[in-house]
RNA sequence: GCUGAGUUCGCGUAGCGGCAAUCGCACCUCGCUGUAGACGAGGCGCCCGGAAGGGCUGCGGGGGUUCGAGUCCCUCACUCAGCA
């Protein structure tokens, strides 16, 4: 069957919208939240846990399991839903992304994310570069192994073929935060000839292929880089977004004024608790993110009002010394498993002596208190008093 | 009792006579937004400072040699091993 996607209801005063994306492995409720499991596993989290949370999709990346265990055993398999057990809706991200995090984003001491703090921005201490930029496309040096390997729009789409998930992306180039408006229209020229050379490689029906909207900071070239991807896609991918806040809302205005609005929009690699709310208000429909994965493994977990707040962004440390005779679940007004059989002291006991359950009940309580905020934003938008929930989040 | 080895940050350690003194663990603080991340950065004798920096104390106790001692010498205490 061919993916499809239908709005079920407009916000009156917002353009947020709660709709349904059907895909031949079920169907997925958005907006929601997409976990991310770059390897085929959302790192230290079962599918099963996945399920009994209500994840109705996971993301997974091209270029990680391209390198291993590699596109053809996936198939072999019989596609990574099938392979990584999940047995629901899946994604996989183009690849494009690794030009970023193993080149230009390294550049800087790694710094990926432009905060509004100028103090965190950029410097300009130049990191060796992991990738070669051509037009044909991406030479990388593989960081498993260091071997020299090399991703194209048209491998990009093969291996996306051969892996089968029910959503793939265009393979798109991506746009350094230090790039000027010269270097960053350039950047763009490319993504957009490469997402056509993605677009005419694609030949699997039963697959939903999305275009990468780019532009960087900059209006024009997001709204000419959205009106391209509307005329040639139907689903829209937000790609670049590594910008300021206040930008990152901005650019996401531009590019829903501009887009057809019946096509599912994600907004790749966001997914902080309030880019959750500031994104569905702007009219987004899915996000990933590996925030709760990647911070629950490092002991942070998310913590909903009224002790989580904009200020502490609704998240708080598990290693704090002042958890150790905590007997309260890590959020009191969470329904998730760990939630409702752990306390906090129990879990800071397990993050100190680095026992890998904590790891799993923080990770599966961050993706289930994600996903669940995106549920109940659905609930709210169906019900007609998403300004409210917002409010009471975000204050 | 004799012989040998040892006693340095909470624990374990490094340290050619120029050291507030190495490293690991622990501890404290901070950070992670399409995951080279169960990770990374900083701190960890005391005092002042935002920092640069400055002051004080300091390598089992005591004494000595030396411009200068954790480092050399004497002595005491304690620990461990072997012999009695």
């Excluded at 907006?31 to 209500?54: C, H, N, S, W, Y």
């Excluded at 709760?292 to 904009?310: A, E, V, Y």
């Excluded at 904590?358 to 007609?384: A, C, M, P, Q, W």
Aim: include cysteine; aromatic fraction near 8%.
């Amino acid at each position: 069957m061919k993916p499809s996607y239908k709005i079920l209801q407009k916000d009156k005063k917002t353009k947020a919208r709660a709709g349904i994306i059907s895909t031949p492995n079920g169907d997925i409720e958005t907006p929601i939240f997409v976990p991310v499991g770059t390897q085929g596993t959302v790192k230290a989290v079962d599918p099963k846990q996945l399920r009994e949370m209500g994840a109705e999709v996971v993301l997974a990346n091209t270029y990680h399991l391209h390198l291993r265990p590699g596109e053809d055993l996936i198939k072999k398999f019989g596609g990574l839903s099938k392979f990584m057990s999940w047995n629901g809706p899946t994604m996989t991200d183009s690849g494009g992304f690794q030009v970023f995090s193993l080149g230009v984003g390294k550049e800087g001491g790694g710094v990926k994310f432009l905060r509004d703090d100028p103090k965190e921005r950029n410097t300009d201490d130049p990191k060796p570069r992991l990738n070669k930029i051509t037009e044909e496309g991406v030479t990388f040096q593989s960081h498993l192994d260091g071997s020299t390997h090399k991703l194209t729009p048209e491998s990009s789409i093969d291996i996306q073929e051969k892996i089968g998930a029910d959503l793939i992306v265009s393979f798109d180039d991506l746009e350094s935060p230090k790039y000027d408006y010269e270097e960053t229209k350039k950047s763009l020229e490319m993504t957009n000839r490469w997402e056509i050379r993605s677009k005419n490689a694609h030949k699997r029906k039963d697959q939903l292929l999305y275009g990468v909207t780019h532009g960087g900071p900059f209006r024009d070239l997001r709204e000419e880089s959205a009106r391209f991807v509307d005329e040639n896609f139907d689903a829209i991918a937000l790609g670049g977004a590594h910008l300021s806040k206040t930008n990152l809302y901005e650019v996401v205005d531009w590019t829903t004024d501009v887009v057809t609005s019946e096509k599912p929009r994600h907004l790749l690699g966001i997914g902080e608790v309030d880019d959750l709310f500031e994104g569905v208000e702007r009219g987004v429909d899915t996000f990933d993110c590996v925030i709760p994965t990647r911070i629950g493994r490092t002991g942070f977990f998310f913590i909903s009002p009224p002790s989580g707040n904009m200020k502490n962004r609704f998240r708080t440390d598990i290693d704090k010394p002042q958890f150790v005779k905590d007997m309260k679940p890590l959020d009191p007004n969470c329904s998730c498993y760990t939630c409702q059989n752990f306390t906090r002291g129990y879990i800071h006991h397990l993050f100190r002596a680095k026992e890998l359950l904590s790891y799993n009940l923080i990770s599966l309580h961050n993706v289930h208190f994600l996903v669940n905020l995106t549920k109940d934003i659905r609930k709210s938008i169906l019900e007609g008093n998403f300004k409210e929930l917002k409010k009471k989040w975000l204050m």
